[in-house]
């Protein structure tokens, strides 16, 4: 069911898109400009109906992470750079191919697609730090053998990644608190 972007109030078939109390006040919102601008407009009420303290109790750890978890979506961003890394790293290793591929490229290829798919399916603390090490690591080597600095995309998967997994750990634990409840002691 649909609901109104003003008052969040839930709407019938019969109405178009709007609760009566929006189609009520849309006149005088023409006329005073001092009336607040419909929740569609207003992001921070629109974010704060999916934060944790709105989530139904009951709900699984993945369920909750999917829906309620802003870490989950920094995981999943920082997955997404750890992929592009690992394509940089496959790209550089193809185009500078001499007869043999480096090992270490492709050792390199492989943590970084091992530790993404951590991070993205279990939110991975130990994976995102070792991301972060890793790239650190990578930007190092690559001063000290080309005399140029590079990498920052794996850099910043692994910030986002120990934000994320270790914010998902925090709201997790913030849930159980609140819906958890109290058992009578003997």
């Known amino acids: 069911m649909a609901r109104c972007p003003y008052c969040d109030e839930r709407i019938s078939k019969g109405v178009p898109h709007f609760c009566r109390t929006y189609n009520e006040l849309q006149g005088v919102r023409l006329n005073d400009p001092t009336l607040p601008a419909p929740a569609f407009f207003q992001l921070e009420r629109r974010m704060n109906l999916l934060r944790i303290e709105k989530a139904p ?18 995981c ?15 790209i550089a290793a193809i185009r500078h191919y001499s007869g043999s591929v480096n090992i270490y490229s492709v050792i390199g290829i492989m943590l ?11 939110r991975s603390k130990t994976a995102s730090i070792l991301m972060l090490v890793l790239a650190l690591f990578d930007i190092i080597t690559m001063l000290f053998n080309y005399g140029g600095i590079g990498g920052f995309s794996a850099l910043a998967a692994g910030v986002l990644a120990i934000v994320g997994a270790f914010q998902c750990t925090k709201e997790w634990k913030a849930y159980q608190a609140r819906t958890q409840t109290a058992t009578p002691s003997l």
């Not at 699984?60 to 989950?72: D, E, L, P």
């Open 57 to 74: 109790a009951n709900l699984s750890k993945s369920a909750f992470f999917k829906k309620y978890s802003q870490g989950q979506k920094y």
């Open 76 to 90: 999943q961003n920082a997955a997404i750079l750890g992929y592009v890394s690992a394509a940089a790293v496959l």
């Open 112 to 122: 970084y697609v091992a530790f993404s798919i951590l991070i993205q399916i279990q």
